[in-house]
Every structure is written in structure tokens, then in C-alpha cells.
């Protein structure tokens, strides 16, 4: 087995059926996806500020601006959503989308955005593209489009999961359904989408963002999902090395 293949059979062997086992099993995955996924955003946060939050629920000696701290505290608070989102086994539906996106955003809108009618938890009134592509739905379009995809993930094939995760997540941001917070909100709502398919989450390390545009990129410009896969799978075998190479190291131990 591949690396990503030992992450996926590490994942289903947890049998993860509660939000109990589930916060179990990301014991310390959390904190790091969180700090990685906000730096990809925003340079200013840090690991440590992040484990801070995430164990104590505060900082100290903090010296960096407040928007930063409101993110990686509204991070917090997404994680312990997706757990009860997961315990009551809610379906990956606009509604839930839009409540993400709310509480990774909160508190973080700038006066502009508030000038326009932008709010946290409501898709975009207005145009903002993205990327190298420019992507970007008119804002009347969001709406239907976001219908759109979220119905396509109602039945997917077995073993197709990381697949339908990877087409959810490149669709996600060509859309960019919201004023700000897309990144952070599609990555949280692709890994909802694989822990509810018994996928183990994946982490996108910030150091690796430039790969990880460019298989957005793959999407944007001709509609090519294999980049993006293939991307998902090294990062998911990334995400769980240290795990694998654990439990190898005790089975080895118990065979000698």
C-alpha cells in the first residue's frame, strides 16, 4: 500500500461512529489544520497562537492585530461545529455550508465589505473575482450554482470519495460563493464531506499552497480534476505519516 492507502485504512480501523471518537481521532490534527489552513489565508498566524487558543482558549503575550486573533478563534469554533455537525449527522447542505463560513468569518469583515451589504453566513452580494483565472460566479448566480453542486454529492460511488471531495472543493472556489472566507470555508466543508464518507480529513500544509493553486488553476482553466486528486492523495498521506509510521513501528515491535 501507498501512503495514502495506509491513511485511509488507518482511518476506517478507528470506526469512528460518534463525535467522541471523532475528536479522538483528530486529537492534534485540529490545531494543525487550523493554523494550516488560516496561514495559507494570512501570514500573521502562527502555530503557537493557534495551540494557545485551541487548548487554553486564550494567548499570551500576543502583539499581532485583532483580526488575526478573531480568526484563529472563530477556527475554534468551526471545529467544535463540524463535531456536532458530525454527531448529529447533518448533511452537507447550503445551510450548513453558510454556517461555517459564518463562524470562520465572524467578526472579521472589513468596513468595506460591511459598506457593500456583505455579511458572514450569506453569499455575496457583489463581484469578487479570484486567482490568476479571475474565477468568481456573479453573485446571481451563486445561489443555484451552490444547489447545483451540493446536490451532485447526495450519491457517490464506493471508492469514489476523495474524488467527489476534490470536484466538491475545485468547484467550491471557482464559485466563490462569499464576500471573504472561501478558502477557509471550502476546506472545512471538503473535509465534513470525507469524514462523513469514513475518509480520513486532510490537511493542506501552507508550505505546499503553491502546488495546491496550481491544481485550482488545473479546474479553472480546462476543467482537469487529476492535479487536484493527485494532490489530495500526497496530502493526505502527508497529513497522517506520523500516525502510520507509529503503528508500524509497534506492529514491528510486536512481531520481533
Known sequence: MDGYEKAVALWQGKKITNDARLAGALNGHSIAFAYHSGRIENENITYHD??????????????????TL??????????????TAFRDRRPLDKKLVKEFQQTLTQ???????????E?????????YVTGREEVGAPPEDVAEEMDELLSELTEIPDGKTLTAAAYFHAKFENIHPFADGNGRAGRLAMNYFLVLHNHPPVTIHEENRKSYY??????????????????LRWQT?????????RREKISDTQTV
Not at 51 to 61: G, M, N
Not at 70 to 83: C, D, G, S, T, V
Not at 237 to 245: L, P
Request: glycine residues 4%; aromatic residues 14%; contains cysteine.
Open 50 to 67: 493557534t495551540r494557545e487558543i485551541f487548548e487554553h482558549d486564550r494567548v499570551t503575550s500576543y502583539t499581532g492585530d485583532l483580526r
Open 70 to 83: 478573531f480568526e484563529i478563534r472563530n477556527a475554534k469554533e468551526a471545529y467544535e461545529l463540524f463535531l
Open 107 to 117: 467578526n472579521t469583515y472589513d468596513t468595506r465589505r460591511y459598506q457593500l451589504g
Open 119 to 127: 455579511r458572514p453566513g450569506e453569499y455575496k452580494r457583489h463581484d
Open 214 to 231: 496550481e491544481a485550482l488553476e488545473a479546474w479553472d482553466m480546462r476543467q482537469d480534476l487529476e492535479p487536484l486528486c493527485s494532490f
Open 237 to 245: 498521506a502527508k497529513t497522517w505519516e506520523k500516525q502510520i509510521m
